[in-house]
């Protein structure tokens, strides 16, 4: 007597027809695809990026605190230098904070450029609401 299995030989599942609808054939993968979709994603993210640096981003406006004195209850005076195109303005915004971080003086500054001068030094006295432990220059863009 041969002994019967209830099971299929190991492959694809055996339905009968037109039980469970119509199956699907199996795709062919196209690798490719997924491929150029990567990398058309990355260079629209790229061209983003280039596009936004250009607009907002402005390394040519760049300062650098020298030294910031004269402390009192009411002042700092900050000396700073910036670099700007030649013979161009640029606006600063100057900062002052307190002990607990607080900012307790805050101004904008147009620095101008003499014919030919790249880094102008400016020295600046910044109001402050209470004592200030240092003063600093936050940004600059063009004027």
């Known amino acids: 007597m041969t002994e019967t ?3 299929t030989t190991p492959g694809a599942p055996v ?3 037109g039980r469970y609808g119509r199956r699907r054939a199996p795709h062919r993968r196209r690798p490719w695809v997924l491929a150029l979709l990567v990398v058309g994603a990355l260079a629209a993210g790229g061209a983003l ?3 936004l640096y250009s607009q907002y981003g402005d390394p040519t406006y760049d300062a ?3 030294t910031y004195t004269d402390i009192t209850d ?3 005076v900050i000396e700073f230098r910036v670099n ?3 013979g161009e303005e640029a606006i600063c915004v100057l900062r002052a904070r307190s002990r607990d971080g607080a900012e307790v003086g805050k101004q904008e500054v147009r620095v101008s450029a003499a014919p030919g001068e ?3 030094v400016r020295t600046q006295t910044l109001a402050t609401s209470a004592r200030p432990v240092s003063g600093e220059v936050l940004r ?3 004027a």
């Open 140 to 142: 600059c863009r063009a």
């Open 84 to 86: 700007v195109p030649a």
């Open 64 to 66: 650098q605190v020298l």
């Open 49 to 51: 990026a280039a596009r």
């Open 5 to 7: 299995h209830a099971t």
């Open 118 to 120: 790249t880094r102008p």
């Open 74 to 76: 009411a002042q700092v």
């Open 15 to 17: 339905f009968p027809p």
